[in-house]
């Protein structure tokens, strides 16, 4: 039976990450996923003849070639990929839009601070001491206490829309939370977003991907596809290796499990308390149309639209919440490498009621999906006359299936391990429940948790 120093589950951005840090320092690494193509949340599916990214609207924490202390740069030094590979784009500008007000951001931070400035005047002070507040902050330490961020805002932001407005791109771009996030995930989600900002690679998450899987392989890495792991072996509080769903057994000095903290506690044998799985989960529409959204004047690159003062995120009793929505334009980056025109919509969604549903009426329930989404764009943009030619929709049952995350929850449990332990000496998680959420931030993940765990051996937790 091989032996690995490190087993990792799971050929998401985390996984793949961790694998490269791992392999490059000589260690003997083996990645097991269950999908035939890796990605996870972030993968890729082509239909038609048209390449869908599954997860990906915007990478978010953009920084320039070389710029120090970003999170961007210091990843890719971390995994040696030169930044040029990624060729990334950046956004146009983006909108919060409320019913009475909206603020537009870009990738430079003045906008968000004018806009603020322009529209909520008696904020203005405010603001500024907020930013001083998130610049200042060491939101990335692993011992940070998790605190409501909305309390903590409040102390400073006096103006409650203002406050919603802020809220709904960071809480929907990452709150397991609902209503609310943790204060440290708020900063990381504010830098990421208002002040470094979003980008695309060219050709979508394909590029990111395939840079990760070429590193690791170049680092002596082994990957296995369509490879699941249905058991983590325990045997006296240690574990010595993985059962795979064939029954076959790997026997791994530690384990780094990305698939979730309850997802990796209920397969590890005999269990492990976990927490609970959040409630937060999506639908995710994406159109393709014969014009693009720029030939009707539209030139956002992402638009996060509420119908209401308040923003209500959370799960709703429905299958869908079409109160507030975020439509991305993926053509609308620097460069668009797309022929047709394409608006992705997302809409809060509640995984019980769509995984509760008949085969028929889910088929039916997802065309009402599209319609509303189609029915949202003609509302905010008249002018976009257009023929659809393409669409596909998916549910949070579509994301339980294709990536194991229960409830369809794509930002995990509502209670991080943000030192990647699990109470098992020698199993560790990465990505999403460590509590570094989206393609940046999992990738960071991956590679803290490799450094802290797999190189280190944690002393320094
Ligand atoms: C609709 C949608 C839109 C998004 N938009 C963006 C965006 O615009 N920008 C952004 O930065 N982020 C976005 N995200 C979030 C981002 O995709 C995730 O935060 C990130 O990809 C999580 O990576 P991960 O490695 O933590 O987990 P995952 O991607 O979930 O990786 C876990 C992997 O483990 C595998 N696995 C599960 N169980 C097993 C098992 N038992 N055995 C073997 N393998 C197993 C899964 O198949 C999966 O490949 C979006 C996500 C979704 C769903």
């Not at 083996?30 to 990478?59: F, T, W």
């Not at 440290?184 to 979003?198: D, N, P, R, T």
């Not at 023929?387 to 049952?397: A, E, M």
């Not at 030192?419 to 991956?446: E, H, K, P, Y």
Request: net charge neutral; with cysteine.
């Amino acid at each position: 039976m091989t032996q690995y120093d490190t087993v990792i589950i799971g050929a998401g951005m985390s996984g793949l990450a961790a694998g490269i840090r791992l392999a490059m320092f000589d260690q003997k690494v083996c990645i097991l996923e269950r999908h035939k193509v890796p990605g996870g949340l972030n993968s890729y599916y082509e239909r038609q003849g048209r390449k869908l990214d599954v997860g990906l609207h915007a990478m978010t924490n953009f920084a320039l070639r070389g710029e120090r202390g970003r999170p961007l740069t210091k990843l890719l030094k971390q995994l040696r990929i030169p930044y040029e590979k990624l060729e990334l784009s950046q956004q146009n500008f983006s909108r919060i839009a409320f019913p009475e007000r909206d603020l537009s951001f870009s990738n430079d931070p003045r906008l968000l601070m004018e806009e603020v400035e322009k529209k909520f005047p008696d904020q203005k002070d405010n603001f500024t001491r907020l930013l001083d507040l998130i610049i200042n902050f060491d939101d990335v330490n692993l011992h940070n206490k998790a605190e409501s961020a909305k309390a903590k805002v409040r102390e400073i932001i006096t103006d409650e829309r203002l406050l919603e407005m802020l809220f709904c791109p960071l809480l929907i771009y990452g709150s397991a939370w609902e209503n609310d996030m943790d204060f440290s995930q708020f900063v990381i989600m504010f830098k990421s977003i208002y002040l470094e900002g979003f980008s695309r690679p060219q050709n979508g998450v394909r590029t990111v991907i395939n840079l990760l899987l070429e590193k690791y392989k170049q680092s002596g890495g082994e990957l296995r596809l369509g490879t699941g792991v249905k058991n983590i072996d325990v045997e006296n509080g240690v574990v010595t290796g993985v059962t795979l769903d064939s029954g076959e057994k790997i026997r791994a000095n530690k384990v780094i499990s990305s698939i979730g903290l309850p997802e990796t506690m209920n397969i590890a044998s005999p269990k492990a308390d976990a927490p609970v799985t959040g409630n937060m989960s999506f639908t995710e529409t994406i159109l393709f149309f014969d014009k693009k959204p720029a030939d009707a004047g539209i030139r956002e690159t992402i638009i996060f639209y509420n119908d209401d003062e308040k923003y209500h995120y959370q799960r709703p009793q429905t299958l869908c919440d079409y109160r507030s929505a975020v439509l991305c334009f993926p053509n609308n980056f620097g460069h668009d490498d797309y022929d047709e025109g394409i608006i992705r919509v997302t809409f809060i969604a509640n995984f019980d009621q769509w995984n509760e549903l008949e085969r028929p009426t889910y088929l039916q329930m997802k065309k009402e999906v599209r319609d509303q989404a189609l029915a949202l764009t003609a509302k905010l943009f008249p002018q976009f006359q257009v023929n659809l030619l393409y669409h596909d929709v998916f549910t949070p049952k579509t994301i339980t299936r294709y990536t194991g995350h229960y409830q369809g929850a794509v930002y995990g449990t509502t209670q991080k391990a943000r030192d990647g332990r699990t109470g098992i000496r020698n199993l560790f998680i990465c990505g999403t429940d460590q509590g570094f959420l989206g393609i940046v931030g999992a990738m960071l993940s991956g590679i803290s948790m490799a450094n802290l765990h797999g190189l280190m051996n944690g002393e320094s937790a």
